[in-house]
């Protein structure tokens, strides 16, 4: 008889499997918040660069010009979980991507020009004149297509007794498996949370303008807030959906049956709604600063719970055909310690690249070139400029009347 699944690979693993989940856990979690500013960013950039009115084109450019900067580290902290998941789920993962061989291959051409096109945007931003928003929609649509192939690949993949007749129907690879009704809600779930996630990035933006332009800060602050919070109500009823979607004994895990499940489920809505909830109570606030802080921690905390809860689920739904916990390992501590230094000295790498930009972009500032420094960390900073001074920083006044801006104690 041929096997649902196909044999495990002869090595064992080569690290406990408690370590490899943990890394498996942080780097997905890492590549989800990076993935949601990148498909976040291209939606909201298309939907401000169409909207037409000098404040919503400005916002737009400030999301296209950061795409080529989130985009790498969403794909570098991608294929870090890709290790991890090759060799805890192998024979899985890759019987769904070869199942699905032309759409899951394409992703890499699709990526490549996702890339391409942010370069374009970002670069080339004045010269495209009304084309920006289209641009910057098409590459959503790209991503999209990636984010679409991904959550496909990975909801097939706990379905290994489809495996065989999806291979005689369509042995050539070009296929998707629509039937699933977990698909469609899953997807929806992590659409939504990147528009959340951008959302509240968009307003941290907003705040970071208020002491020289406090009218467009607030307007930016407020726009963000509006995009997460109606975005996190929305997926609050895609994620109720996406739990009824599942079969009986998956569901149940969530409600008792499992104590990790049901405790990252229940730990997810509270952190979810008190993020909402302390969003809303800074939109009117003149120190918005600490509660928007407050509701990106408690984001944060959100999406590792989500993370944790989709990584008991995948192992609930392939039990018992695969029990994840029960392969064999045999630890190499000298190649898992030179892994582990490395990816400490990367992770390095990334935290003084992103020094290196944000002291470019002070630099920038400086110098006068979209300088709109925040006020620091309290400080909503609406009461230290005056409506008329912020008219002059937008130019209202000339530089060289020698009127500077009044700054009250
Ligand atoms: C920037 C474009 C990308 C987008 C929009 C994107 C989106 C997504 C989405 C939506 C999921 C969740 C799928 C689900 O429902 O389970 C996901 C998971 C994943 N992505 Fe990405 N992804 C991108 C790039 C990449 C790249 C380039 C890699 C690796 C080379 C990668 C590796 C992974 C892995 C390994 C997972 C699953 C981790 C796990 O199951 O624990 N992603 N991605």
Not at 22 to 29: E, G, K, Q, R, S
Not at 277 to 303: D, E, Y
């Amino acid at each position: 008889m041929i096997p649902a699944i196909p044999p495990l690979d002869p090595m064992p693993v080569p690290a406990p499997i408690w370590l490899v989940k943990a890394l498996l856990w942080v780097t997905f979690t890492v590549h989800l918040l990076f993935m949601n500013v990148t498909l976040g960013g291209a939606i909201l950039s298309a939907v401000y660069a169409l909207k037409g009115k000098d404040r919503d084109r400005a916002l737009a450019k400030t999301l296209a010009k950061m795409l080529p900067f989130v985009m790498p580290f969403a794909i570098t902290f991608g294929v870090a979980p890709l290790l991890f998941v090759q060799v805890l789920y192998g024979p899985l993962f890759y019987s769904a991507t070869i199942l699905m061989a032309a759409p899951f291959l394409a992703i890499i051409g699709v990526l490549i020009a996702a890339y391409y096109g942010m370069y374009l945007l970002a670069w080339k931003w004045t010269a495209l004149g009304r084309a920006q928003g289209w641009l910057a929609a098409a590459i959503f649509l790209l991503l999209a297509y990636v984010g679409f192939t991904y959550t496909h690949v990975f909801t097939l993949m706990t379905s290994p007794d489809r495996f065989r007749a999806m291979y005689l129907a369509h042995p050539d690879g070009v296929q998707y498996f629509f039937g699933d009704p977990m698909l469609l809600p899953r997807f929806l779930h992590m659409v939504l949370g990147s528009l959340a996630v951008t959302g509240l990035l968009v307003a941290y933006l907003g705040t970071r303008r208020l002491r020289l332009e406090p009218e467009l800060g607030r307007w930016q602050f407020k726009a963000g807030i509006t995009w997460f919070a109606a975005a996190t109500v929305a997926n609050l009823g895609v994620g109720a959906w996406w739990l009824t979607a599942l079969p009986r004994e998956a569901m149940l895990l969530f409600m008792g049956g499992s104590a990790l499940a049901t405790g990252a489920f229940i730990a997810g809505l509270v952190f979810g709604v008190s993020a909402l909830v302390l969003a809303l109570m800074g939109i009117n606030s003149l120190k918005p600063l600490p509660m928007l802080m407050g509701a990106g921690h408690a984001l944060a905390v959100t999406l590792i719970c989500m993370v944790l809860m989709r990584d008991t689920l995948r192992d609930a739904l392939l039990k018992p055909a695969y029990d994840v916990w029960a392969l064999p390992s045999d630890s190499q501590w000298v190649a898992v310690s030179l892994f582990l230094v490395l990816f400490a000295g990367g992770l390095g790498v990334c935290v003084w690249l992103l020094k290196l930009m944000r002291d470019a972009a002070r630099a920038n500032a400086a110098k006068g070139d979209e300088g709109n420094r925040g006020p620091g960390l309290t400080d909503s900073g609406l009461h230290r400029i005056s409506a008329e001074d912020s008219q002059a920083m937008r130019g209202g006044l000339a530089p060289e009347s020698g009127q500077r801006p009044r700054v009250e104690p």
